[in-house]
């Protein structure tokens, strides 16, 4: 069973904010909310992660709604190296790292 | 030093060879892992170390056989392997089994059974 659901694909302006979005309708109580990338020909990069509360760290910001059922990868200033798979996990701690689908995020000069 | 290396970065090899992929990080982390990606899919967790024990084998066929010797090496035996076993092989590491905000991955190699 799918844990999320993201759009497959999406693309964004070079300098707009790249808004991603993500589905964890199921998440329980402990589980956070992860977000990777990948981009191409690279292992995935970790970015951000939250539980409850809205987070912001030099890469990018994430708002989780207040059910905790979707959540929203900001990236606020999307530049061409932000052109990769954006994967969004939800996991307890101490378990291990299963990647979704992801969305591929094409950034347009 | 933030870098999980693996090499080769590329390995072509026939059903009936033996060859070995070696990933290696010197962050101290104690838990360290393989996925499999194949092309436009998202990685597929195989194998999960943690200090220097197997934690967790994801029903992978005997055909890929893990190993690790010591805390900052892992290696991944490949053997008999077949053409759908093409495929980027990815290493990871983390401090602890679990710490997947602090999951550092290599390049991968990039592997062709013919």
């Known amino acids: 069973d799918a844990k999320t659901t993201q759009p497959p694909s999406m693309d964004c302006a070079e300098g707009r904010a790249a808004n991603l979005p993500c589905n964890h309708s199921t998440i329980s109580g402990n589980e956070y909310v992860y977000w990777y990338r990948q981009i191409h020909s690279q292992g995935p990069q970790y970015i951000i992660h939250g539980l409850k509360n809205n987070e912001t760290n030099e890469m990018a910001s994430l708002i989780i709604t207040e059910d905790r059922k979707s959540s929203t990868l900001i990236l606020p200033h999307a530049t061409l190296r932000d052109t990769a798979v954006y994967y969004c996990i939800v996991m307890a701690g101490a378990n291990n790292l299963f990647f979704g689908t992801g969305t591929r995020l094409t950034v347009i000069p | 030093d933030t870098e999980v290396t693996q090499t080769p970065k590329h390995l072509v090899m026939g059903m009936t060879n033996k060859k070995s992929l070696k990933c290696e990080q010197h962050?101290?982390?104690?838990?360290m892992y393989w996925y499999k990606q194949k092309a436009k899919k998202p990685p597929e967790l195989m194998f999960v170390?943690?200090?220097?024990?197997?934690?967790i084998n994801e029903s992978v066929p005997s055909r890929f056989s893990p190993e690790c010797p010591n805390s900052s090496l892992l290696n991944l035996h490949l053997h008999a392997l077949q053409p759908e076993d093409s495929a980027l092989y990815l290493c990871a590491s983390s401090p602890q089994k679990g710490r997947a905000e602090k999951l550092f991955f290599g390049s991968g190699t990039q592997l062709s059974v013919l």
């Open positions: 170390y943690s200090y220097e024990k197997l934690s």
């Open positions: 962050m101290g982390h104690r838990a």
